[in-house]
């Protein structure tokens, strides 16, 4: 199945630090979605972008929706301990509601 | 609200043996849910989108006569896994179109076949 790149792979930080990843896509998509899944549970929406160009923030995270629409990205500033997980980019293509193609993956660990 | 539920959280079978895992909304309806596969320390991959009242609909490489999805209600669709093998071993995960559209997750299932 296809998958999207995310990057980086993975994220060894100390608190306080910012964070940032990223997600590119070959195919230009309607909506651009981060989440994050901790261990042994689903994934949990954190961002949802629906506009080319679009940044939305929600509390200390940033995401925005690339102007080509074949990529996004994903700021976490001032990280704390609770922010450990793994985080997921997913896209939804024009026409195809809510089936979600999802990137490898960015695990964050935050020292404290 | 938009809760989806899963069950069981965790199963061990046996080999041979087949596996139903069931996924709920709690407190809307879905007439659409999808089925995804995640291996350890990988991402989520759909499987097939299941649609109230009608066949499923199976995504590339997803053999439709081992994983069997049953969407009967509006508020359950369900996965059998038959025949399993250690291989099917993974963690099940489901969505549910929910409310404002989004897709609400289930908590998963974790399955291990021995």
């Known amino acids: 199945g296809q998958q999207l790149n995310q990057s980086p792979q993975s994220m060894f930080i100390q608190e306080g630090e910012d964070v940032s990843m990223n997600c590119t896509s070959s195919s230009i998509f309607n909506t651009w979605l981060w989440y994050k899944q901790d261990p042994g549970e689903g994934p949990v929406l954190l961002i949802a972008?629906?506009?080319?160009?679009e940044l939305t923030s929600n509390g200390r995270l940033t995401a925005q929706f690339g102007i080509t629409r074949k990529d996004s990205f994903l700021n976490i500033s001032a990280s704390i301990p609770s922010d450990v997980g793994i985080y997921f980019c997913?896209?939804?293509?024009?026409?195809?509601?809510?089936?979600?193609?999802f990137g490898t993956g960015t695990l964050l660990a935050v020292q404290p | 609200g938009a809760v989806v539920s899963q069950h069981p959280s965790r199963v061990i079978c046996k080999s041979g043996t087949s596996v139903k895992i069931e996924c709920r909304s709690l407190d809307f309806q879905a007439t659409t849910m999808f089925w995804y596969r995640q291996f350890p320390k990988k991402s989520l991959m759909l499987m097939a989108t299941?649609?109230?009242?009608?066949?499923?609909?199976?995504e590339q490489g997803v053999e439709k006569d081992k994983f069997l999805i049953n969407h009967a209600s509006l508020t359950l669709s369900t996965l059998t896994v038959t025949s399993a093998h250690p291989e099917d071993s993974s963690f099940y995960i489901c969505?549910?179109?929910?409310?404002?559209?989004?897709?609400?997750f289930g908590q998963g299932t974790r399955l291990t076949v021995v």
């Open positions: 997913a896209g939804q293509r024009p026409g195809a509601t809510n089936k979600l193609i």
């Open positions: 969505s549910a179109d929910g409310p404002g559209d989004q897709a609400f």
């Open positions: 972008l629906y506009k080319a160009g």
């Open positions: 299941s649609n109230e009242g009608s066949k499923a609909t199976y």
